[in-house]
T-cell receptor, first 111, second 113 residues
Framework: EDQVTQSPEALRLQEGESSSLNCSYT??????LFWYRQDPGKGPEFLFT???AGEEKEKERLKATLTKKESFLHITAPKPEDSATYLC????????????FGQGTILTVHP | DTAVSQTPKYLVTQMGNDKSIKCEQN?????MYWYKQDSKKFLKIMFS???????INETVPNRFSPKSPDKAHLNLHINSLELGDSAVYFC????????????FGQGTRLTVV
């Protein structure tokens, strides 16, 4: 069974203080690792897909990286508007498309 | 234009009632999903349809019945609602069930009293 564990559960940063979120996973035949951002009262918003170890994707202050067992979401010089819950999910080779999510990391960036 | 839209956004109902949530996507995707997000914000898949065919049915009580009249619509009907059904239900769609990320609707917050 696919499993995803995210850490930390919550992270408080000062504006401009860079940090990383972790996503550890076990999956049979990785068909994609996905990062989403979720704001209160809204649905998850797709950020990145990573397919193979060593792959990196960037978007503004966010950079996602992937190894064979974990993924990191690096946040460089965050701003208060980056505050949200960040969700990691995997799609396995036998999952028929379903995403298995971690519990999320609640990021709060203080001005 | 809203890519994945759900109605209603909020639903408050009494135990034992039957209710439906509707979902429509205008992205031309082949696959649609229902996910449930509990009070701890944990998202878990319930059902998946590919071109109107059910391909995933997780261990969900049979009081929950999805229906896909066409590949752009996936509705969720819930019979005999229970307190434990209170959660946020998300509809999602994706282009290729095996490789692409999914796009989510804004969610339906169901409260059973």
């Amino acid at each position: 069974e696919d499993q995803v564990t995210q850490s930390p559960e919550a992270l408080r940063l000062q504006e401009g203080e860079s940090s990383s979120l972790n996503c550890s996973y076990t999956v049979s035949g990785l068909r994609g690792l996905f990062w989403y951002r979720q704001d209160p009262g809204k649905g998850p918003e797709f950020l990145f897909t990573l397919y193979s170890a060593g792959e990196e994707k960037e978007k503004e202050r966010l950079k996602a990286t992937l190894t064979k067992k974990e993924s990191f979401l690096h946040i460089t010089a965050p701003k208060p508007e980056d505050s949200a819950t960040y969700l990691c999910a995997v799609r396995g080779g036998t999952s028929y498309g379903k995403l298995t999510f971690g519990q999320g990391t609640i990021l709060t960036v203080h001005p | 234009d809203t890519a994945v839209s759900q109605t209603p956004k909020y639903l408050v109902t009494q135990m034992g009632n039957d209710k439906s949530i509707k979902c429509e996507q205008n992205l031309g995707h082949d696959t649609m999903y229902w996910y449930k997000q509990d009070s701890k914000k944990f998202l878990k898949i319930m059902f998946s349809y590919n071109n109107k065919e059910l391909i995933i049915n997780e261990t969900v009580p049979n009081r929950f019945s999805p229906k896909s009249p066409d590949k752009a619509h996936l509705n969720l009907h819930i019979n005999s609602l229970e307190l434990g059904d209170s959660a946020v239900y998300f509809c999602a769609s994706s282009q290729d069930s095996m490789t692409m990320g999914a796009f989510f609707g804004q969610g339906t917050r169901l409260t059973v009293v």
